[in-house]
């Protein structure tokens, strides 16, 4: 008996111990790793630029929710309880969506700082083909110069051929414009060694300015995509995040919610909305403010719309048919519409009657139900 209370004791032990060591052990699934992995970098980006502090802690938030909601839906075998996954999903996604729009951004920055760079670079190349293009100006004035001396020494000249006087001045204003000529030459020719000097720098200028050029190009287009997928991953996230507090705020309306989708569910009692009896149908106070409570929902979010259905079980038929449910459905809109306020086209009205039970017949009131399905619009 000694024994078998020992052996007891050491398995209670030993189960109370495998929750500490599950808990130690935590693996998370590879969405929430992917998560992680992209909130520890936008975080040393944020640090190394020192922006997006703010952005940074919002997607180390989301992680942490995601994180929280996956360890404490574990079962003792660490399987993750069904019904918490997609709130875990959700939370992971938002992290993940956050942390890649400041990853976006930081990418945008450092290309923004490497295109002023390079324009920088484009703009004094052009500076030094400026001088190359005076250069060559002042090569043709003094190719012209040259010219116009070379045609007073030949006309020099030829007066010479009609003078018997070697001293003349024709002479000695032959030898000045000789000596003027060759000083011409003497700087045309130094000009133009500088010139081809900076033709020969030109060239590599201009190569250097063409990647320059190619290279500003290209970042201006990865700027161009990088701007329209961080626009996209904001919109995302925004959508994500106003979806997520849709679904909170139909939690609000009561009833089981069932969802597939895009497309939510709720169900409920219909004796709770709807009173019936042989001679008249009306909606309940419970009624009357899950009408109003519809209308303001889909006002505050109009890119869904809401279809109540009503169905009916049992007997007698002329309460739980088609025609009869679909007044009741038909007066719970008008709550909606009538007193809500809610545009007609936003909620539409329907009665199954007893097509679509979901319980056996021995629960008749679990069939007698009203759903609303809200369903977001398409849109072009």
């Known amino acids: 008996m000694k024994t078998l209370r020992t052996l007891g004791t050491l398995f209670a032990l030993m189960i109370c111990a495998v929750p500490a060591l599950h808990a130690a052990e935590t693996e998370f699934p590879d969405y929430i790793r992917t998560a992680q992995?992209?909130?520890?970098q936008a975080e040393a980006k944020a640090a190394q630029l020192k922006e997006y502090a703010d952005d940074a802690l919002i997607a180390r938030n989301f992680l942490r929710n995601a994180e929280a909601e996956y360890k404490n839906n574990l079962s003792w075998s660490g399987k993750l309880d069904a019904k918490a996954e997609p709130t875990v999903r959700y939370f992971a996604a938002m992290a993940q969506l956050q942390a890649s729009v400041i990853l976006s951004r930081a990418e945008k920055i450092a290309q923004e700082k490497e295109r002023g760079r390079l324009e920088a670079q484009a703009a004094q190349v052009r500076s030094r083909i400026k001088?190359?293009?005076?250069k060559n100006a002042d090569i043709a004035a003094l190719k012209t110069e040259i010219a116009k001396r070379d045609a007073a020494i030949a006309g020099l000249n030829a007066d010479l051929a009609t003078k018997t006087a070697s001293g003349s001045s024709a002479g000695q204003r032959v030898v000045e414009l000789t000596g003027e000529?060759?000083?011409?030459?003497?700087?045309?020719s130094t000009t133009e060694q500088k010139a081809a000097e900076l033709g020969t720098e030109l060239d590599r200028q201009k190569k250097g300015l063409e990647k320059a050029n190619a290279e500003v190009a290209r970042l201006k287009q990865e700027l161009a995509a990088k701007g329209a997928e961080a626009t996209q991953e904001r919109e995302q996230l925004q959508a994500l995040s106003r979806a997520r507090q849709f679904e909170?705020?139909?939690g609000k309306l009561g009833g089981v919610i069932k969802a597939s989708g895009d497309t939510i569910i709720t169900i409920h009692a219909r004796s709770a909305l709807i009173k019936t009896s042989a001679k008249s149908?009306?909606?309940t106070a419970a009624g009357e403010r899950l009408g109003l409570a519809l209308a303001e929902l889909i006002k505050s979010y109009p890119e869904y719309r809401a279809v109540v259905k009503v169905h009916g079980f049992g007997q007698p038929a002329k309460i739980e048919d088609a025609a009869a449910t679909d007044q009741m459905a038909r007066l719970l809109r008008e709550v909606a519409v009538g007193k809500g306020k809610l545009d007609p086209a936003a909620v539409e009205a329907l009665g199954v009657g007893q097509s679509e039970p979901i319980y056996p017949k021995s629960n008749p009131e679990g069939n007698r139900r009203v759903e609303i399905t809200f369903v977001k619009k398409q849109t072009n």
Do not use: M, R
């Open 37 to 40: 992995a992209s909130v520890g």
């Open 131 to 134: 001088v190359f293009d005076d």
């Open 181 to 188: 000529v060759q000083t011409l030459k003497w700087s045309l």
């Open 281 to 283: 149908v009306t909606v």
């Open 248 to 250: 909170l705020e139909i």
